[in-house]
């Protein structure tokens, strides 16, 4: 009886050890993984398809294979593919297309991840990838097509004019950005900030209206690389291209904050009094939104451009007369430049030290160094400006239409004719 019992205990025994020796050899097993293609340091461009041909095995079976694309800091840059063998070995086959258009010319690896029931492995191909080249793709033009509805137009060289879409409410202002294909629109009462994909033309994001109204100025955003917004009561915010805040201030009851811009680590505002008291230019700190210092003012900024490193162009409007003022916003010192005949309603800046300003007393080339004003383009009236400087083009807005002008030869070279009445225009890039 005795022996039975022992022959029964190391039976159970032996089952044990070579089970726990099972489960020991699949925990312990790590996918192989070998890549033929692409090979290392194999070179690419931006829509570029990867043939990649990899073998993947494993002692048990692939539950699962990413293939992705990462930077040097091994962050991902644009979206992986996955595939599930459910197999010991996995022959990998497939065609990977470098789909993200805002990629930098650099190193960059190729990610395959493969993963069993209780381990992974990743294994990293090195290439090199050159970026796309930065270029127009299209304008878009939002028009005034009623006091209630916007329209918002595509214009291309060989197609002038196309409706994308339109919104429904009241203007006050726009910005784009081309990197994350987002156009920004800002209501005066009947709606806050709205968000649209103008690859899709679908609503991205949007903010609500809240009281007391109107809610926004003309001209009240301002992008560089966020988007800054400012409300016509107390208060100017930062968004990321996906909503989220990025920037938060407020300011005192009394005061309308208009005109934006970011400088270095700065954000400045043009503070207007709603009372007739004292307006400032003010300065806050970027990353917290605490306000840096103020400087009294007695004119209304139409526009703020970086002269240098320290230094800001400000072109601003005093009793209907055009002023340029530089300012130093690390040491809160303004300095007068030039006085613009007449009352000024647009400025472009076209170089380091080349500016064009547009007055109702005509347009005028700035030019910084030396200081000095000089008349062209008698024949356009000045509404908005902008500027391609890939091309060296300035495009000029008017009621119904857009005039393309060569730079720096000032001669127009196409015009786009509208229906309804402009609003704004954008200049967008394909990133």
């Known amino acids: 009886m005795r022996m039975v019992y022992m022959k029964i205990v190391l039976g159970n025994l032996l089952f044990i050890s070579l089970l726990l020796s099972c489960q020991k050899e699949k925990v312990d097993s790590i996918p192989e993984i070998t890549i033929y293609s692409p090979v290392e340091n194999q070179v690419f461009d931006v829509w570029d398809t990867i043939q990649i041909d990899a073998d993947i095995s494993d002692k048990i079976n692939l539950i699962s294979v990413k293939v992705g694309l990462v930077n040097q800091e091994l962050i991902s840059v644009q979206p992986a593919v996955y595939l599930y063998p459910q197999s010991p070995s996995f022959k990998l086959r497939i065609d990977y297309p470098i789909s993200e258009t805002n990629l930098v010319s650099g190193e960059y690896y190729l990610l395959i991840k493969a993963n069993n029931e209780f381990n992974y492995r990743n294994n990293y191909q090195k290439i090199f990838i050159n970026e796309l080249p930065r270029q127009l793709d299209k304008i878009i033009v939002l028009t005034e097509k009623n006091l209630n509805l916007i329209g918002v137009f595509s214009v291309t060289e060989t197609d002038p004019a196309t409706i994308l879409f339109d919104i429904e409410g009241d203007f006050a202002a726009s910005e784009s950005d081309s990197k994350n294909k987002r156009l920004y629109v800002a209501g005066l009462n009947q709606f806050n900030l709205l968000t ?60 309308l904050p208009s005109r934006l811009f970011k ?52 072109c601003a409007n005093e009793n209907n007369n055009g002023l340029l003022k530089m300012y130093d916003p690390y040491g809160n010192i303004l300095t007068d430049l030039l006085n613009v005949p007449g009352t000024i309603i647009c400025c472009v800046k076209l170089s380091e030290t080349d500016f064009l300003i547009g007055s109702n007393n005509g347009n005028f080339l700035l030019s910084l160094n030396p200081a000095s004003l000089n008349p062209v383009l008698p024949e356009i009236v000045p509404y908005r400006f902008r500027f391609d400087p890939l091309n060296q083009k300035i495009y000029s807005s008017e009621p119904n239409l857009i005039n393309v002008i060569s730079y720096p030869a000032m001669t127009v070279q196409n015009t786009f004719t509208l229906t309804d009445s402009i609003l704004n225009f954008h200049l967008i890039y394909n990133k």
């Open 196 to 255: 649209y994909d103008f690859e899709t033309f679908e609503l991205v994001w949007q903010k609500d209206v809240f009281p007391p109204l109107p809610l926004h100025v003309s001209d009240c955003l301002y992008f560089d690389e966020e988007l800054y917004a400012s409300f016509a009561s107390y208060y100017i915010y930062g968004y990321r291209y996906d909503g989220s805040l990025v920037f938060n201030t407020s300011v005192e009851e009394g005061i």
């Open 263 to 314: 400088f270095n680590e700065f954000v400045l505002a043009d503070l207007q009094s709603k009372t007739g008291g004292n307006n400032f230019l003010s300065t806050y700190y970027q990353v917290t939104g605490a306000e840096k210092q103020r400087l009294i003012i007695h004119f209304k900024v139409v526009e703020f451009f970086s002269a240098d490193d320290d230094n800001l162009l400000i």
